[in-house]
């Protein structure tokens, strides 16, 4: 039995949703709250395996709850939002502080929720069986140990001061005479061309990645597939990704249409290195994260710098497009030079792929049980001898860096 809480603040919904959930043989609705600040509340007083919560709402907003949520009594949360510009924004938000999925609410509201019920009830179950509770402890436990390890290189060691015996015969050497600058020497200073040129970055464009240099690293290119939990594990891999990473990242993340792109502007405002999503043409770039549009599938064509990404509309793959299959197949015949990611999802996207990828010699990282929100998509992969590296969630970027450099 899956004990859900309600959070709200219109009753109609709060009544329209109770009602759906108590006709189910498998879910007990134990209470309902009217904002953020009472859903907190409730969670702490109910314990429920699920809530689902509103974005928008009085008092405490649903973005606040949750971040107060997670920290407080970590649980597997589905949230309701608009399809807005700024209920999109919302949602990436929600999902990147954990909450594991959501529900569109199609113009504001769910006035017909007879036409999205089973979409509602199959994402709570699937929710429900969310591993949030132990995926946000061991990420934390992989941050602790990862500053710690950071905060033992930066101790610098200790350099004593020794007074040596000075004597008087013993004089200090003169000052050389003030030496006359080269006549070349202000010329080169004031020689525009020989002047270092700064990195111009402009983020939410495509101009800034057209202005990045092709894909370098030796042609090589990393691939990382990831469905729930995926917009929170990308949020902390792609933030520690560095700046000057020589080659492209290309990412399928399973999301609806309408979403991927304030993913890629979220992680790119945050991030050092260049995302944005993917447009068909665009060529890979090193420095660039590209993301699979919602609704399409994503795939790599060419070689070495003149990489580039092809969108489709081909029938879904195992229900999925994009597909974590569908890009794999297409990136495999890199062989040695890719490196392919698998991170947190339900099911077994991308290990068909992962197949072929270590068949042509590629080299594979996939994310660990223990911060993994689902642990599906990574297991797949594990339990198929398929992974040369198991990693938690923090340590992924560094892992991908030493892949790619060596």
């Given at each position: 039995m899956i004990k859900i809480l309600i959070a709200d603040d219109s009753a109609f919904m709060r009544k329209v949703l109770s009602d759906l959930f108590a006709a189910q043989p498998d879910f007990?609705?134990?209470?309902?709250?009217?904002?953020?600040?009472?859903?907190?509340?409730?969670?702490?007083?109910?314990?429920?395996?699920?809530?689902?919560?509103?974005?928008?709402?009085?008092?405490?907003?649903?973005?606040?709850?949750?971040?107060?949520?997670?920290?407080?009594?970590?649980?597997?949360?589905?949230?309701?939002?608009?399809?807005?510009?700024?209920?999109?924004?919302?949602?990436?938000?929600?999902?990147?502080?954990?909450?594991?999925?959501?529900?569109?609410?199609?113009?504001?509201?769910?006035?017909?929720?007879?036409?999205?019920?089973?979409?509602?009830?199959?994402?709570?179950?699937?929710?429900?069986?969310?591993?949030?509770?132990?995926?946000?402890?061991?990420?934390?436990?992989?941050?602790?140990?990862?500053?710690?390890?950071?905060?033992?290189?930066?101790?610098?060691?200790?350099?004593?001061?020794?007074?040596?015996?000075?004597?008087?015969?013993?004089?200090?050497?003169?000052?050389?005479?003030?030496?006359?600058?080269?006549?070349?020497?202000?010329?080169?200073?004031?020689?525009?061309?020989?002047?270092?040129?700064?990195?111009?970055?402009?983020?939410?464009?495509?101009?800034?990645?057209?202005?990045?240099?092709?894909?370098?690293?030796?042609?090589?290119?990393?691939?990382?597939?990831?469905?729930?939990?995926?917009?929170?594990?990308?949020?902390?891999?792609?933030?520690?990704?560095?700046?000057?990473?020589?080659c492209g990242v290309v990412v399928v993340q399973h999301m609806p249409p309408g979403f991927t792109k304030s993913l890629a502007q979220r992680l790119d405002s945050l991030s050092a290195v260049h995302v944005k999503e993917a447009e068909d043409g665009d060529i890979i770039r090193s420095g660039c994260v590209y993301i699979a549009p919602g609704n399409y599938h994503m795939r790599v064509s060419g070689s070495g710098g003149a990489r580039k990404i092809v969108l489709g509309q081909d029938p879904p793959v195992g229900n999925h497009r994009p597909a974590v299959n569908v890009l794999f197949d297409s990136v495999a015949p890199i062989g040695r030079r890719l490196v392919a990611v698998i991170m947190t999802g339900m099911g077994s996207d991308g290990t068909e792929g992962m197949k072929k990828i270590k068949a042509e010699g590629g080299y594979s990282i996939a994310q660990d049980e223990s911060t993994s929100v689902v642990y599906g998509m990574p297991k797949s992969v594990v339990d198929a001898g398929l992974a040369d590296e198991i990693r938690p969630v923090t340590d992924i970027a560094r892992a991908i860096v030493a892949a790619v450099e060596r």
């Open positions: 007990e609705v134990v209470g309902t709250a009217i904002n953020g600040r009472d859903a907190i509340e409730k969670v702490k007083q109910y314990d429920p395996d699920l809530l689902t919560m509103d974005v928008q709402m009085p008092v405490m907003d649903g973005l606040n709850a949750l971040a107060v949520i997670m920290e407080i009594h970590p649980m597997p949360v589905v949230m309701l939002s608009s399809l807005t510009k700024e209920g999109t924004d919302e949602t990436i938000r929600a999902l990147s502080l954990g909450a594991v999925d959501f529900i569109s609410k199609a113009g504001g509201s769910i006035s017909r929720i007879d036409t999205i019920e089973t979409d509602i009830l199959a994402k709570c179950r699937a929710a429900a069986k969310a591993n949030v509770r132990s995926a946000m402890a061991g990420a934390r436990a992989a941050e602790r140990a990862e500053k710690e390890r950071a905060k033992k290189k930066s101790v610098s060691p200790v350099m004593r001061h020794i007074d040596l015996p000075r004597h008087a015969a013993h004089e200090a050497p003169k000052e050389p005479p003030e030496r006359q600058p080269s006549p070349f020497a202000s010329a080169k200073r004031e020689n525009p061309l020989l002047k270092p040129r700064s990195k111009v970055f402009m983020p939410h464009s495509a101009s800034s990645a057209e202005a990045a240099p092709p894909t370098a690293g030796g042609g090589k290119l990393v691939a990382i597939g990831t469905s729930t939990g995926g917009p929170q594990a990308l949020q902390s891999v792609i933030t520690r990704l560095p700046k000057d990473l020589p």
